[in-house]
Each structure stands twice: as C-alpha cells, then as structure tokens.
C-alpha cells in the first residue's frame, strides 16, 4: 500500500491506497524566497511595472493614502512592506505628517489596535494614523455607476488623497478570479451598496440553477465581477500599487509593483506559475485538504480547498475533504442558506438579496450536487449532512463510502494536500 499523509488541524492523516491505483498529488512548485526583502522592496519601487518609480509618483505636499489589508490577511506582512514605504516616500519630500493609512476592510468588522499592530507593525502606528474603512458610513463619496450598473460609493479619505498606493497579496480567487490589486479598492474600500452589487453579477446569465459561467478560479477576461471591479477601481484612481506573492512556507516570492492593472497581472502569472498544477487527467477520487491548522479552523474558509478540488475531479467521481472545523461551521449566515433548500431556490434567494455567504454556500451546494463530497471533520453528523456533504469519521471509513458510492474501487486518486492554495489545471491556459 501506498500511505499518503494529509494536514488535519494540527496533526496528519494517513491515507493507504493500493499501488494499483494511478495516484497523482497536486502540490505548489518550489519557489525561491526573497533573501534580502527590504532591498528587493526598494528595487520594485524604483523600476516599477507601466509607471514612473514611486519616487516620481509623489510630489512633496502630496497627501498620501496606503491602503492595507485587514487582519483575515496577516499573511500578506504588511508590516514588513510599510517601513520601507514610509522612508521611500519621506526620501521623495513626504513627511509622516502627510501619509496615513487606510485598511481595506470590505464588509468586514472594524479592527481592533492588537490587530492595528498586528496589520502595520508599532513602530508604523508610531509614525503614521490609521483608519479603518467604513462601508456603511454616512460620508462616503458616490461617484455614480459602472457600467455594469453597479453604483460607486467610496471611502471619502481614500477619494481625496492627492495619492493612493496600495498593498495587497496575489492569490486565486474563486469569485474575481485572483485576489489583489484592485481589489482593496473594491470591495476593499467601497460601500456596502456596491460591494454586494457587485458580487451578485456572479449570477449574472446562470440561470436558476448556478452562477455565470465566467466565474472562475483564476480567470478575469469576461470574469463580470473582475471587470467590474477594475473599472469601478479605474474611475476611483490608484497612483501605485505593491503587492506580493508568497509561498506555502509564507516566504516572499515576487513583489509587483507598480500600475495597477499591470503589475497585478505580472504576480497573476506568478501565482499561476507556482499554485496552477496542470494535471494530466482528472480522477474518479479527490482526497483534499484546507492544509491544516489555521487554514482548517472552519468549515466556511474550507470551502476554497473543495472549490478548487472541484476542477480535479471528473463527472461521476467523487470528493474527499479533509477540514477539522475546530472552531466549527465559521459563519452561520453560510450554514443557514442551505434551509433554503435545493440549488435552484438558493440561487433564486440570491437573485432577490445577495449576501456573500450565500455566494459560498451556493457554490458548495452545486459542487454536491456534482460530486458527492465526503467530509472528514469534528463537526456533528446532523451538521454535515445539512450542507450537504456525507459524514465520515476516518480516513479508512471515507475511502470505503467513496468505493460504495463509484460502485468499485477508485482506479484513478488526485491528492491536495495544500488544497486552498493549489489549483488544478486541465488545460494549458491563462486568463488575463
């Protein structure tokens, strides 16, 4: 036998498959860290990608704008961009006096000043105010509708800085296709109104029964969330942006920086390189894992492992996800959407009242329907069953319900072990 070890939580699980099955695992290609980080950050900034070095970006008298990730994105290190920023742009004639900082919270809760410090670093903090964006405030700045009529409220600070940078980390993303660049503009620092606007043009032409079929997992031409997310970013305005790659091991890998739209698709391409395995050939079983401790901690943040899982698996085969939900479901707005019923009424609902939670349990719900998923979790029997996955307790158990379900033994097993960060390729493409 075989014996393949997956992350759960904290520890592993075995898995031991016959060497008769063709097994192939889908991992992240090795990548080299940067070494000396600072100095590789003053180089990006100095021979940036479409635009001027950032030191001919801002004027003195400038007052400046960062614009950060939110704590639900520590890997990013932020902390670790933004000294270098400051004194890049106190060399250029701005003084900390005309810089503050703006964390690009979306929709989420404001942050607290442990996680200020966690974001920015104290010594920054020292230097430097920092504002949590707002969606819901009274004053943000509306700037009309995009053209896919998706009405434009920003924040006020963010709108009359003389300039904004932003920072960010590239990643895939099931919805906008890749994560970063414009889009700790929007959502990031946009109202409420055009935020769930926005990501309801998900199911714009799919019908009743699921989400537009551009919707896809690193892919951004003819994405309708994606272009609308760069135009609505176009028409706020962003001077300079830097962002970064990182791999398995939270080491920086590549710094874009530079134009907004230009320098993120440069670290699309890196990402693509390194996280977009092309497969030979989908399986008839999927064995995936979130990547374990804290990737795993809740069913709703493993739901990225299952969609991208999800592109690894053939018609007729079958998902093993492996997701120790220690701090349970994540999000009960995600749970209670599958009272709604089956697919076509969750997406009927969605039609009516877009929430992103219900985004994300849609796009399960259509994977369960697809492919059955078996569940290896802490979570209750009743709770899996209600989101529509089947209940397993073991690795064993799992692979025996996956060979009752095909009807025989699986002859073909893809294995994720870092499954919401790698995503299968079936085809040599890429999507700008």
Excluded at 283 to 298: F, T, W
Excluded at 306 to 329: F, K, Q, T, W
């Amino acid at each position: 036998m075989n014996r393949f070890e997956l992350p759960y939580g904290r520890v592993t699980l075995p898995f031991e498959l016959p060497y008769s099955m063709k097994v192939t695992k889908i991992i992240a290609k090795d990548s080299q860290p940067i070494v000396d980080v600072e100095r590789a950050i003053r180089q990006a900034v100095a021979n940036p990608i479409g635009t001027f070095p950032l030191n001919e970006v801002v004027n003195a008298g400038d007052k400046v704008v960062i614009v950060v990730s939110d704590v639900t994105r520590l890997w990013v290190q932020t902390d670790v961009l933004l000294p270098v920023l400051l004194d890049v742009l106190n060399e250029a004639g701005v003084p900390d006096k005309d810089i503050s900082i703006v964390t690009s919270t979306g929709d989420h809760r404001l942050q607290t000043l442990a996680e200020h410090t966690a974001i920015c670093g104290d010594k920054v903090l020292a230097r430097v105010p920092i504002f949590d964006h707002e969606c819901h405030a009274t004053d943000l700045v509306n700037l009309g509708e995009s053209s896919q009529g998706t009405p434009i409220r920003v924040n006020r600070r963010v709108w009359e800085a003389d300039k904004v940078i932003l920072t960010g980390g590239i990643a895939y993303h099931m919805l906008a296709g890749f994560g970063g660049g414009r889009k700790s503009i929007a959502p990031g620092v946009c109202g409420y109104e055009t935020i769930q606007k926005n990501h309801a043009l998900a199911l714009k032409g799919g019908g009743l029964s699921g989400v537009n079929l551009n919707i896809e997992t690193g892919k951004m031409v003819g994405n309708p969330v994606a272009e609308d997310l760069l135009e609505i970013t176009r028409i706020i305005g962003v001077d300079f942006i830097l962002n970064v790659v990182v791999n398995e091991k939270k080491e920086f890998v590549y710094l874009a920086a530079g134009e907004l739209h230009e320098a993120h698709l440069a670290g699309c391409k890196i990402i693509e390189e390194i996280f977009g395995i092309n497969i030979e050939e989908k399986a008839e079983l999927v064995i995936v894992s979130s990547g374990g401790y804290p990737k795993d901690i809740q069913l709703y943040q493993a739901i990225k492992a299952l969609d991208n899982s999800s592109y690894a698996v053939r018609e007729g085969g079958v998902i093993i996800l492996l997701s120790e939900c220690s701090d349970g479901i994540g999000s009960e707005a995600f749970h209670d959407f599958f009272k709604h019923g089956e697919v076509e009424d969750m997406n009927a609902i969605l039609h009516v009242d877009f929430v992103m939670p219900g985004f994300i349990s849609l796009r399960a719900a259509s994977i369960c329907r697809r492919t059955p998923v078996i569940l290896i979790s802490s979570l209750s029997d009743e709770v899996v069953k209600s989101v529509k996955m089947i209940p397993a307790h073991s690795p064993a158990e799992a692979l025996q319900l996956a060979s009752q379900i095909l009807g025989h033994q699986p002859e073909s097993v893809n294995i994720m072990p870092q499954g919401g960060s790698t995503f299968p390729i079936h085809r040599v493409s890429y999507h700008t």
